[in-house]
Nanobody
């Protein structure tokens, strides 16, 4: 299973680190992607890290988010910087066969974590 945590309420310009903890599935069988869903909007891809950590994809036009990974703890981190109110959403991590920004390609979903950015 996958579980996302680390969300919270921050002011505009603030930062958060989200974590996706992976357990119960084979670490090497999936790549981990992050998605988000704002109220009334469709879920969208944020970022994905391939099997090789250098193979990282960012799907949003702004470059305020970065990914990192700990193979030892089977955790993928999404670092959110300079957060803006439009980043308010539930953030989910998902397991995919290969990186994709399309949430339909996710094979396993984790529970999301709420990020709220106040202006």
């Amino acid at each position: 299973q996958l579980q996302a945590f680390g969300g919270g309420l921050v002011q505009a310009g603030g930062s958060l680190r989200l974590s996706c903890a992976v357990s119960g599935i084979t670490w090497d069988d999936y790549v981990i992607g992050w998605f988000r869903q704002a109220p009334g909007k469709e879920r969208e891809g944020v970022s994905c890290m391939g099997v090789d950590s250098w193979n990282t994809h960012y799907y949003l036009p702004e470059s305020r988010f970065t990914l990192s990974r700990s193979d030892a703890t089977k955790t993928v981190y999404l670092h959110l910087k300079n957060l803006q109110p439009e980043d308010t959403a539930v953030y989910y991590c998902g397991g995919l066969i290969r990186c994709s920004s399309n949430y339909h390609d996710v094979r396993k979903w984790g529970r999301g974590t709420q990020v709220t950015v106040s202006s």
